[in-house]
T-cell receptor, first 112, second 116 residues
Framework: GENVEQHPSTLSVQEGDSAVIKCTYS??????FPWYKQELGKRPQLIIDIRSNVGEKKDQRIAVTLNKTAKHFSLHITETQPEDSAVYFCAAKLPSGDKLTFGTGTRLAVRP | NAGVMQNPRHLVRRRGQEARLRCSPMKGHSHVYWYRQLPEEGLKFMVYLQKENIIDESGMPKERFSAEFPKEGPSILRIQQVVRGDSAAYFC??????????????FGNGTRLTVT
């Protein structure tokens, strides 16, 4: 099955700086890579996703890049704000199945 | 659209009791997934169901755990004879057509099970 590793486990940045979270996956057949944000005690919420036929996708201050050759994808948050503080999870999905395999999460703290 | 509804939000059970967790998917969604989240850990897939069918239960323990999604009513995750190691947050998610075609997953607020 698929295995997803995520780094770093914790990240602290100054407000206004950029934050980058990286994930690697094991199965080159994976074709769908969503990112979820989970605030304390709340549900994971989809913030952006990318499919394997695309190398980069951007939505305002959030961007995701995918390198299929190296089997890694990254989340970039620019101009960070305190409300960006949360745990972020990456995930990957194989085309043959319906389950998402999640990374272990990155706890992002944005210092005012 | 009310979103994915889970209840109860918090559930306390003594060792050996049964826990029953409920999930109503988003309106129009017929694909339901259950994930377990241990403290400070990621989401672990448990089971994927469509109406009246279990599609993939590869992440669910073979003993004590069962899941159903009847024709009418919510999906139920049942844990029999709970043990302390079952304490976790259990999240339900639904999608419109199944993530097989990369339809996004929408999560509920979870049920936090505590076994004393």
């Amino acid at each position: 099955g698929e295995n997803v590793e995520q780094h770093p486990s914790t990240l602290s940045v100054q407000e206004g700086d950029s934050a980058v979270i990286k994930c690697t996956y094991s199965d080159s057949a994976s074709n769908y890579f969503p990112w979820y944000k989970q605030e304390l005690g709340k549900r994971p919420q989809l913030i952006i996703d990318i499919r394997s036929n695309v190398g980069e996708k951007k939505d305002q201050r959030i961007a995701v890049t995918l390198n299929k050759t190296a089997k890694h994808f990254s989340l970039h948050i620019t101009e960070t704000q305190p409300e960006d503080s949360a745990v972020y999870f990456c995930a990957a999905k194989l085309p043959s199945g319906d389950k998402l395999t999640f990374g272990t999460g990155t706890r992002l703290a944005v210092r005012p | 659209n009310a979103g994915v509804m889970q209840n109860p939000r918090h559930l306390v059970r003594r060792r050996g009791q049964e826990a029953r967790l409920r999930c109503s998917p988003m309106k129009g969604h017929s694909h339901v997934y259950w994930y377990r989240q241990l403290p400070e850990e990621g989401l672990k897939f448990m089971v994927y169901l469509q109406k009246e069918n279990i599609i993939d239960e590869s992440g669910m323990p073979k003993e004590r755990f069962s899941a159903e999604f009847p024709k009418e009513g919510p999906s139920i995750l049942r844990i029999q004879q709970v043990v302390r190691g079952d304490s976790a947050a259990y999240f339900c998610a639904s999608s419109l057509t199944g993530t097989g075609d990369n339809s996004p997953l929408h999560f509920g607020n979870g049920t936090r099970l505590t076994v004393t």
